[in-house]
């Protein structure tokens, strides 16, 4: 922490005045958690784990408490998530995990917005286009919870940077558009020992799963050769990047709190045919 235990019982002290009786909780405001911070001389984020180390519930986590609980909460705030790509797939996802609260998010792309762009990413309205993903990426996480730590980089991940990228890093999203470059980030987060989760969209359908150092991985699924999948022909509408990029973000956290996630195969949806099937690799 960056306070001392002196400091930190006088915050407590604050933060349990401001805080209200709400769901079984002690619920403190957000204006009073920042007022709170700012009197203790530390940063919000700070703040928001003193809070929930003390029992206290930041009001902008209440609605995650029935699931994650306080300890769970806490442990968001602890860690950091990469995502790799911040277009249709990583803008939901950096927007989802900054909702969360995951405390540092690194966000790596090194393209700009374009027009057609505008079906379906996010993070892409009409005055972006020319903008940098990764610069909008950070901006708009910032609007929606300025306590996280971001880190951005405009730039596109090559086998000599992505271990440096996405060091300290606890899982690293795939939320690319191209084969050789998802290859690449594997390979990287197996050096660097950490999780990767992958996603990718193809009209209508989609497929997630979760690899580990040693797991079976992208060669067995794309058998190592081409530069773009099946969506170059069918599109991508704007349904299906929203729901498997909630599902990544979702995988992401169970990795974090040492959930269930979808290994040694990769989950596949079609909402064309209703079909949800967890496909095995060997």
């Known amino acids: 922490m960056l306070y001392n235990n002196r400091m930190n019982g006088g915050l407590v002290e604050l933060?349990?005045?401001a805080s209200r009786e709400e769901g079984g909780f002690r619920v403190v405001p957000q204006v009073a958690l920042r007022e709170a911070a700012e009197q203790?001389?530390?940063a919000p984020l700070e703040a928001e784990m003193a809070c929930l180390e003390a029992g206290l519930v930041p009001a902008r986590y209440q609605r995650n408490m029935g699931t994650l609980g306080i300890e769970g909460q806490l442990r968001l705030l602890r860690s950091c998530v990469g995502v790799c790509g911040l277009g249709g797939l990583g803008g939901y996802v950096a927007e989802i995990l900054a909702r969360y609260g995951v405390g540092h998010l690194v966000l790596v792309d090194g393209d700009a917005f374009e027009e057609n762009n505008l079906n379906r990413q996010l993070l892409c309205r009409e005055a972006d286009i020319g903008r940098s993903k990764a610069e909008r990426a950070s901006e708009r996480v910032r609007e929606i919870n300025s306590s996280i730590r971001v880190t951005a980089h405009r730039?596109?991940?090559?086998?000599?940077?992505?271990?440096?990228?996405f060091s300290g890093s606890e899982v690293v999203v795939d939320a690319l558009d191209n084969i050789p470059s998802r290859?690449?980030?594997e390979e990287g987060c197996a050096r660097l020992g950490?999780?990767?989760v992958h996603g990718a969209i193809a009209g209508y359908a989609g497929q997630v799963m979760t690899v580990y150092p040693g797991d079976p991985g992208l060669r067995e699924l794309y058998g190592g050769g081409?530069?773009?999948g099946v969506e170059v022909m069918e599109g991508n509408p704007?349904?299906?990047p929203a729901l498997v990029a909630t599902q990544q973000a979702q995988e992401a956290v169970k990795v974090l709190r040492r959930g269930a996630p979808i290994r040694h195969g990769f989950l596949f949806m079609d909402t064309s045919t209703n079909l949800f099937q967890f496909i095995p690799l060997k």
């Open 15 to 17: 933060l349990r005045k």
């Open 40 to 42: 203790a001389g530390i």
């Open 155 to 165: 730039l596109l991940v090559t086998p000599e940077n992505v271990a440096e990228v």
């Open 183 to 185: 290859l690449v980030l």
């Open 194 to 196: 950490v999780p990767m």
């Open 226 to 228: 081409g530069e773009r």
């Open 238 to 240: 704007p349904t299906t």
